[in-house]
């Protein structure tokens, strides 16, 4: 899967699009034209509410980035909008225009609990922690190899090798009895058609669900690098490609929506960067 988060892009989208669904609201309630708004908002300089129609397409944008600073400015954004939509309504009730401020109310309501989604700690850690980003990885290629394992104390242990890439390996410690900590430095070892491979690598992630590690690789000789990219063009001609990183964005986003309904994929997954 080489995209972002389906939750993040749909609600990018959302933020896209809100612009249209304004001048479909003014449409409905002041039978004005969107062409005819706009130059009347230009006519009488409010430039206040243009600037909170072009702010959505903004935010759209911060968020779609997702980067560290994304989160700040979406959120400064979002309450700009919640302070303008309750100063409307306060305006649209004195004119008695009480639909439009329920509306209003409701639109208000949305942008509220969108700001919380974002305050939820699985996605503000999604955001921060860029090691989380899966979709900047590169191509995996399944390998379910046995391989030795040498800890920071010199303990031996069996593992399985179960895919690797460019930048990693993810491993499997059947036995249980690795007990390594996030930023432990570890040497793997195995062999593969006769051929030895070794690489230094440091522990990014853990997986409970599966007893698995992610693990970068440290610095490499000019020979282990020639080595690993032989090693990734035999497995690519062999069609050992991960298979979530040749799925369709089509059948993933199908995926993902079906398991809206068993309340799955609501927030972004942190468990796919290895």
């Known amino acids: 899967m080489k ?4 939750p993040i892009l749909c609600l990018a989208f959302l933020h896209l699009i809100a612009p249209i669904f304004s001048l479909l609201l003014i449409y409905f309630f002041f039978e004005l034209h969107p062409k005819a708004y706009v130059e009347l908002l230009f006519k009488n300089k409010d430039y206040l509410s243009l600037l909170l129609h072009l702010s959505y397409p903004v935010a759209a944008f911060v968020i779609f980035t997702y980067k560290r600073w994304s989160l700040p400015v979406f959120w400064a954004i979002q309450l700009g909008a919640i302070i303008f939509n309750l100063i409307f309504i306060v305006k649209a009730s004195q004119f008695y225009l009480y639909q439009l401020s329920l509306m209003m109310v409701g639109i208000t309501m949305l942008n509220i609990l969108i700001t919380g989604y974002f305050l939820l700690p699985l996605v503000r850690q999604s955001f921060y922690d860029q090691s989380l980003h899966w979709w900047t990885t590169k191509e995996r290629f399944v390998l379910e190899l046995s391989a030795k394992l040498m800890t920071i104390d010199q303990k031996e242990l069996s593992v399985t090798v179960v895919n690797i890439s460019e930048t990693g390996i993810f491993f499997r ?3 249980r009895e690795a007990y390594l900590k996030l930023e432990d430095q570890v040497e793997l070892k195995f062999m593969l058609a006769k051929l030895p491979f070794h690489f230094s690598l440091e522990i990014i992630q853990y997986y409970e669900s599966k007893n698995g590690y992610g693990a970068a690789f440290l610095t490499m000789t000019d020979q282990q690098k020639r080595e690993l990219k032989s090693l990734l063009k035999a497995l690519k001609i062999l069609g050992l490609i991960h298979k979530r990183d040749q799925e369709s ?3 993933d986003f199908k995926r993902w929506f079906s ?10 997954s942190i468990h796919s960067k290895k």
Do not use: C, Y
């Open 3 to 6: 995209h972002k988060p389906w």
């Open 173 to 175: 410690d059947d036995s």
């Open 249 to 251: 964005r089509f059948n």
């Open 259 to 268: 398991g809206l309904f068993k309340g799955e994929g609501l927030v972004p």
